[in-house]
């Protein structure tokens, strides 16, 4: 059974820094990755989807790697904003969408201004 | 071009209660899939609905059934309902089933008391 795991739980950082989220998962058998922020009380927002057969993907200030073998993928943040604080959930899936996507707990971010 | 649509966005049942929440995916897309989101167990996979067929459904009892119309909107139901039902219920498309991204609504917060 598939199980993923995200470090930290939570982080706190000041606004401009570059920093890391961590995601590894137990199974490398997966069709992708996809990395997604919730804000409180609302529903996931897609940042950035990872096909299994790719390294990483970019989408501006984001960049998310994939290291399959390992069972790991990393999201990094540039030159973070406070905007960007929020909770970033990591999810694979394992059975090509027939088993759903298996979450983290996820990463609670705070960017102090 | 609207998102995934959800409603209600809340709602308030008491135990024993039956609940129906309804989800309208993107235009064009025909997969939906149901999520439910509790502060214990993070987000976990309900099922998955494509051509109106179910394609397979999460560790879920009975009691938590789904559908899919012609248009592609689904709606989930949930009978007699119990107090750990409560929990923020996601609902997501995507274009087709099988490891697609997936776009999320934001979401039916339902309480049980």
């Known amino acids: 059974k598939q199980e993923v795991t995200q470090i930290p739980a939570a982080l706190s950082v000041p606004e401009g820094e570059n920093l890391v989220l961590n995601c590894s998962f137990t199974?490398?058998?997966?069709?992708?990755l996809q990395w997604f922020r919730q804000d409180p009380g609302k529903g996931l927002t897609s940042l950035l989807l990872?096909?299994?057969?790719?390294r990483e993907q970019t989408s501006g200030r984001l960049n998310a790697s994939l290291d399959k073998s390992s069972g790991r993928s990393t999201l990094y943040i540039a030159a973070s904003q406070p905007g960007d604080s929020a909770t970033y959930l990591c999810?694979?899936?394992?059975?090509?969408?027939?088993?759903?996507?298996?979450f983290g707990k996820g990463t609670h971010l705070i960017i102090q201004p | 071009k609207a998102g995934v649509t959800q409603t209600p966005r809340y709602l308030i049942k008491t135990r024993g209660q039956q609940v129906t929440l309804s989800c309208s995916p993107i235009?064009?897309?025909?997969?939906v899939s149901w999520y439910q989101q509790t502060p214990g167990q993070g987000l976990q996979f309900l099922f998955e609905?494509?051509?109106?067929?179910?394609?397979n459904k999460g560790n879920f009892p009975g009691r938590f059934s789904g559908r899919q119309f012609s248009n592609s909107r689904s709606e989930m139901n949930v009978s007699t309902l119990e107090l750990g039902d409560s929990a923020l219920y996601l609902c997501?498309?995507?274009?087709?089933?099988?490891?697609?991204?997936?776009?999320f609504g934001e979401g039916s917060r339902l309480t049980v008391l």
């Open positions: 997501a498309s995507s274009l087709v089933a099988g490891g697609w991204e997936l776009f």
């Open positions: 199974d490398s058998a997966i069709y992708n």
């Open positions: 990872i096909q299994s057969s790719q």
């Open positions: 999810a694979v899936d394992s059975g090509g969408g027939a088993d759903g996507l298996t």
């Open positions: 235009s064009g897309h025909r997969s």
């Open positions: 609905y494509f051509s109106e067929t179910q394609r």
